[in-house]
């Protein structure tokens, strides 16, 4: 959204104040102080009795007495504490200096005006922006770790609210980043927020005091009917849960050793009806610290009505995010809505790295979840199709497209198996590398770009050195390739696919690579002798525009997809008739031909680079002669 030029004014305004105070305050304590001086402008505008108006030209802030009288009326209008302020304003000089005390006081206050102007007038849509401005320079000022959401997903949140909620006044925003977006929900209800780093609370709900009364910091008393619940994106499990939740755990949260999750179990256990739970795609297919069993429960339970797949809405990460709405009025015949959001237009005139969706986005979003319709990007799944899938919720599995459709019934009408019928798997080899001068053995690793363009691998690029004691143990185990040999990338560049034209002497695939090496103890049982299993055949198929849908689908994650041993397994094989396996030897005979081909038109293009004219006139030059 385009700034107005009184937006552009007062933001301009908070920078330059920055500025004026960079280098005699750390970053929060400014940031402190600049948004104090804003409730200042809003909740004491004019001088009344002992305490100093922001707007007041007659009167100045001469003492630490009279700030005592300002902290004391905001502290009265907004219901927080606002002793934090005391240790920004120590900068303005030694104790007792009333000169330095004034002096700074005016000098901020006169550069703030715009701002002040702006929050005292009370126009929502400009307090927004001023407190987005604050949100983005806290976020940069704590880094990347410290993720901020994205402003059009509360937008959609807040109409889904509206809708289940239409005549309350109560929301729980939970959790960190349920608590820096509690500002989003506070323009119209009464917030309850819970934040184990009380500095963080008091400035986040300084920032909602902007906007101005009615508002009001609810106590967790009752349950209340709606819940924001974001909890931090963690890396491990040894955050104590206590800090982070107002709640007592029960038997069945205590079976989710995952924190994240725990914490929206928790959150919705403990609200009425509805609650947005914003995660990451690992929440949907994971089997890993209990979250398997958070996905169970919260199925079987019958809370899960939609999960929405999100573009990246966490600033500055790459991190794509999802939705998951939760319910307790849901009969037991409502299906469950996959939608897959993330492709959805994005506003180009934003600067790099900032994403903004149009409005017009968010309300087809909101239209496609209350019409639970079918279409290319939703899906409406039942329970049982899900508990068949061993609670797996990756929405791969259940948003098809009408191409996806087309090979769902191709393979019905043909002879499939799985691949573990027709290969031996063997896992990807992390070997240790070692650059010691004695007792090694150097091994041989084929990486992706060994696979050429049809496919094929007859080197490979790299050399390792491993200790000796380190190769004898694993004599005899080591995963060398073999003629024959397909190699598939099982993340990374999912879905590359080769095949092992030659002997290689003590090669091994590189860490990303899995070996299918085609079972051939299983041909005189499992297919007609005349058709027997041929790795050429397994590999056209693997790497044809089925083969490599059916490997997408199989995928899980979004920011690093990678492809499981299970679902590889797993993964369905067409078996070629005669008369196939016909064309495919000449696609083999014909791609060969042509990759010959391609290869002397580019030795003939890289000499004529290479000798330029120069040597082709010396040349004209002697035949002349």
Known sequence: MKLTVDQKKAIDAIYISMESLRGSLEMHKMLDLILFMLMWAKFAPQTNKSTIGFFDVLETLESIYQLEYIVGKLSQET????????????FFGPEGSLFSLSSNFENLRGSLLPAAKLVAKGNKEDIDQIVGFFKEITYDSLGKSSFELNKEILEFSNKI?????????????????????????????????????????????????LY????KFEDYEDRKNISFVAPPILKNNSLNIQEYIPFEEDEESNLINDLHC????LAHENTLNTSIAITTSGTLFSKSNGINFFRKRIIEKNWLDAIILLPQIFAGSGIS????????DRSQKDKIQFIDFSDCEKDSNVKRGKLVIPSKEIETLFKTYKKKKKSNISSLVSIDEIKSNDYNLNHKRYILSDEDIEIINLMEEREVFPLSTL??????????????????????????????YIGEITTASKKIKVKKALFNKFEGHWPYLEKDDIVISIKGTLGKVGIVKRDMDRTLPGPSLCVLRPNYTLKKTMHDPESPLNPENLFQFLRSAIG?????????GEDNSFISIDELKNLSIIFPTLEEKENANKITKRS??????????????????????????????????
């Open 79 to 90: 219901g927080l504490e606002m002793n934090f302020i005391y240790d920004s304003v120590k």
């Open 161 to 209: 609210f509206n809708d289940v909620d239409p005549d309350g006044n109560e929301i729980n925003c939970l959790y960190p980043l349920g608590t820096s977006s509690a500002y989003y929900f506070a323009r119209t209800r009464n917030t309850f927020i819970y934040e184990n780093n009380k500095t963080l609370e008091e400035f986040n709900k300084g920032l909602i005091s």
């Open 212 to 215: 101005g009364k009615p508002f």
């Open 262 to 265: 725990k914490m929206i179990y």
């Open 321 to 328: 995010g999802v939705m998951l709405i939760l319910k307790k």
């Open 423 to 452: 290969v031996d798997i063997k896992r990807p080899f992390n070997v240790p590398s070692f650059t010691s001068k004695s007792g090694w053995e150097e091994l041989n690793v084929v990486l992706l770009n060994d696979i050429n």
């Open 548 to 556: 490599q849908k059916l490997i997408r689908k199989s995928s899980q």
């Open 592 to 625: 060969q031909e042509l990759l010959k081909s391609i290869e002397k038109m580019r030795l003939e293009l890289d000499e004529g680079i290479y000798n330029g004219w120069l040597q082709i006139e010396k040349k004209d030059k002697e035949e002349k002669e």
